[in-house]
């Protein structure tokens, strides 16, 4: 499985983006898929994560009811809408598949594919 993601970019602090990841393979619907991000100087984070048929999501605390998670499986891609963005929101943004889970798990070490990441910048 190959992932690309897009849809970075430089938006001001309350501004939005979505961020979307195109998958290859005829198996993507069948696969948990997530977004993670890292900060400069900071680990790896879960932002977010979505089961096979788009019915179960996850999130992180610090995210929540401000960004979305949904797939489109025919499609082949799944989406992260980011809305209030704060600056300390900005960083590389990875997508991830899970093709071993049911449900979407914060675990980085659960995700088996992991796609070139795309920078966000939020400015304040």
């Known amino acids: 499985v190959q992932l690309q993601a897009s849809g970075g970019g430089l938006v001001q602090a309350g501004g939005s983006l979505r961020l979307s990841c195109a998958a290859s393979g005829r198996t993507f619907s069948s696969y948990v898929m997530g977004w993670f991000r890292q900060a400069p100087g900071k680990e790896r984070e879960f932002v977010a994560g979505i089961n096979w048929s788009g019915g179960r999501t996850s999130y992180a605390d610090s995210v929540k009811g401000r960004f979305t998670i949904s797939r489109d499986n025919p499609k082949n891609t799944v989406y992260l809408q980011m809305n209030s963005l704060k600056p300390e929101d900005t960083a590389v943004y990875y997508c991830?598949?899970?093709?071993?889970?049911?449900?979407?798990?914060?675990?980085?070490?659960?995700?088996?594919?992991w796609g070139h990441g795309t920078l966000v910048t939020v400015s304040s």
């Open positions: 991830v598949a899970d093709a071993g889970s049911y449900t979407p798990n914060p675990s980085l070490y659960d995700y088996d594919y």
